[in-house]
């Protein structure tokens, strides 16, 4: 069990209440190890952006226990805003549907900013960067500022500035969702190399059947629980 | 840290370089006034500088001739002048008249004095020559509007402007002319022939009251309202070594006039004619700072909300509080800091031809920087506050 990179146990996240109440995770158990390349499937509504965004230490979840390398979140309920943001910043990265690139940054910049934020020194950061840019194919862009350079290319400097880094888990909220199918899976498949080389744990939800060949495992989710692969 | 504020200000700077423009005109307008209020006190304070005296003595009970009438006799300046350390004395006339000169109203402000004496008259001449004869010449502020050669009629005389000086100006800012007494005394008092009338008449009932039927109280009526050899103030130069404010008490104690020391002129112009100024100046010096960072709270508040995406996601990817407030606040600094330098910049270009003397002084100018910056600080917190209660969640929003 030492490479368990997460487990979710009964995870249920419920949001307002009374008339207004709404399941958005009734009961969610996974398991996640190093290296490992799942997807979690299902239609939209389904509870997919609830459970990365409770994995992600951004919502809390009503009830169930979240374990990220073997430590329980909020168990002690001594979790601190700031710590849960060093649980990100040093142990995640996160790609959007959106790229969510910062648009006055260049591309370089993008990246290099995920590595200065866990104390990487500037040059060491930009070597790192451009590695990865480099592998991603999106090494010319280098200097290019977002809006300029298209949906694919941004899509994998995404991927880059979530993994420059060295985070243990990848967290995808539908990173092809706004590519069209090739480039989609081109996506996919690169976040997918990247992680197998470098031992990471990426968990991609989508509600594209197109997009979840080749995975590890395969979740699927209805009505905010997960059924079997 | 790559700095986040730079990059986003140099990315779109539009906003930025305008909201600096505004700003910093505004801010040059605070320091103008600043400088207008310096110039009040500078210009409040430079004839008894100019004068060069050390004690200056007026009618008794009144504060002087820059606050209020003050008449004394001319003669008073030769029995000072036998008190013991007394090295000079000389007698003043101040008078305010406006003349219609070339088409507009134009305010001086005349010195009489005498030209023999050491102090009292111009303390420079820029072109042409001094005062030298007895009758007919003046010298004048080289900002009045008076050039070399022109001729005024003033009463029935016409005086020829023979020098110019420097911007020398009245406690409430009107160029100076120079005559020599004898001739400002013919205008103030030509000028007031109804009031010496007046004064004439009441005289003689007063006396014919005192004094024995048929002694002419008509004659000595008239010798004495139409004595012109009426001053507004005597000054006084003392010698080395001798303790001036004790001259001045001894010149209260035995005269019965009222004499001031150099220091005691100052204030009373300074309080009287700049405190009110320096009031309203300094309200609308508040009022400005205060427009200020109104206008900067809501530029800052807008560039924040425009960003709130790259905020969220920014916190996502774990980005600790003191980034985002940096960015803010770093922001908020950057926009006064540029303010401030062009607000600098246009009223060190500028401030030659405001027609007011405008004083920069340098302790203001940084005393304000200090509070352009803090007042950047203070109206960065509403777009701090909002940006630190942003949801990360928001940046999953598709
Ligand atoms: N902040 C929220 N407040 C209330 N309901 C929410 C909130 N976020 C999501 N939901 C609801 O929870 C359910 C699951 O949403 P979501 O996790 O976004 O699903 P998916 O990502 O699979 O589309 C939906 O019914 C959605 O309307
Ligand atoms: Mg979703």
């Given at each position: 069990m030492n490479n368990e990179v997460v487990r979710l146990e009964n995870l249920r996240k419920v949001y307002g209440s009374g008339e207004t109440e709404v399941v958005a995770l009734a009961d969610a158990n996974m398991i996640l190890h190093e290296g490992e390349v799942s997807a979690v499937l299902g239609p939209s509504g389904s509870g997919k952006t609830t459970m990365l965004m409770c994995l992600g230490c951004i919502v809390m979840p009503t009830a169930g226990k979240i374990f990220i390398r073997g430590e329980e979140i909020y168990e002690t309920g001594g979790w601190k805003k700031r710590d849960l943001r060093r649980l990100r910043r040093e142990k995640m990265g996160f790609i959007f549907q959106a790229h969510n690139l910062v648009p006055f940054l260049s591309v370089l910049e993008n990246v290099v900013i995920a590595s200065e934020l866990v104390g990487t020194p500037r040059k060491e950061a930009e070597t790192k960067a451009m590695e990865l840019l480099d592998y991603l194919e999106v090494a010319h862009r280098a200097g290019n500022f977002p809006a300029t350079i298209s949906g694919g290319e941004a899509q994998r400097v995404a991927i880059a500035r979530a993994l420059v880094h060295g985070p243990s888990l990848i967290l995808a909220d539908e990173p092809t969702a706004a590519l069209d199918t090739d480039r989609g899976k081109k996506v996919v498949a690169l976040l997918k190399n990247l992680a197998k080389k470098r031992g990471v744990g990426v968990i991609v939800v989508t509600h594209d059947v197109r997009m979840v060949e080749g995975f590890d495992r395969v979740y699927h989710m209805k009505d905010g629980s997960i059924l079997d692969e | 840290m790559i700095d986040l504020a730079v990059k986003d200000i140099s990315h779109s700077p539009r906003r930025f370089i305008f909201t600096c423009l505004g700003i910093g005109m505004l801010l040059m307008v605070v320091m103008a006034m600043g400088g207008i209020y310096r110039g009040f006190v500078d210009d409040a304070t430079l004839i008894v500088k100019n004068t060069g005296a050390d004690i200056w003595v007026v009618q008794k009970d009144t504060n002087g001739p820059f606050a209020e009438e003050s008449r004394i006799p001319e003669d008073l300046k030769h029995t000072l002048g036998?008190?013991?350390?007394?090295s000079d004395t000389g007698a003043l006339s101040f008078q305010t008249i406006q003349i219609n000169w070339k088409g507009k109203p134009n305010r001086l402000f005349i010195i009489g004095y005498d030209p023999n004496l050491r102090f009292g008259g111009p303390s420079e001449i820029i072109a042409g020559r001094p005062i030298l004869r007895r009758h007919y010449d003046m010298v004048a502020n080289f900002k009045s509007g008076l050039r070399l050669g022109d001729k005024l009629t003033l009463g029935q005389d016409t005086y020829t402007v023979v020098g110019l000086t420097g911007n020398v100006v009245s406690p409430s800012g009107d160029p100076v002319v120079y005559m020599t007494l004898a001739d400002a005394q013919k205008v103030q008092f030509q000028k007031n022939n109804e009031a010496i009338r007046n004064d004439r008449e009441r005289l003689k009932e007063e006396l014919s009251g005192l004094?024995?039927?048929?002694?002419g109280e008509g004659k000595i009526a008239d010798a004495l309202s139409n004595d012109t050899h009426i001053v507004n103030a005597v000054v006084l130069k003392v010698s080395k070594g001798y303790p001036v404010s004790k001259i001045a008490a001894a010149v209260e104690r035995w005269k019965h006039y009222r004499a001031f020391t150099v220091p005691e002129q100052e204030t009373i112009l300074t309080m009287g004619l700049v405190a009110k100024a320096k009031m309203q100046l300094g309200l609308f010096r508040i009022i400005l700072l205060i427009v200020s960072m109104a206008i900067i709270n809501l530029v800052i508040y807008t560039q924040t909300m425009d960003k709130m995406r790259e905020i969220a996601t920014l916190k996502l990817i774990g980005a600790p509080d003191w980034t985002i407030v940096r960015l803010i606040v770093e922001q908020s600094l950057l926009l006064g800091f540029f303010a401030y330098w062009i607000g600098y910049a246009i009223i060190n270009l500028t401030?030659?031809?405001?027609p007011r003397r405008v004083v920069l002084v340098p302790f203001d100018l940084k005393a304000l920087f200090v509070i352009v910056m803090l007042i950047c600080v203070i109206a960065s917190f509403t777009g701090v506050r909002s940006a630190l209660k942003v949801d990360p969640a928001h940046a999953l929003g598709g």
């Open positions: - | 036998v008190l013991p350390g007394v004094l024995p039927q048929g002694a401030y030659k031809y405001f």
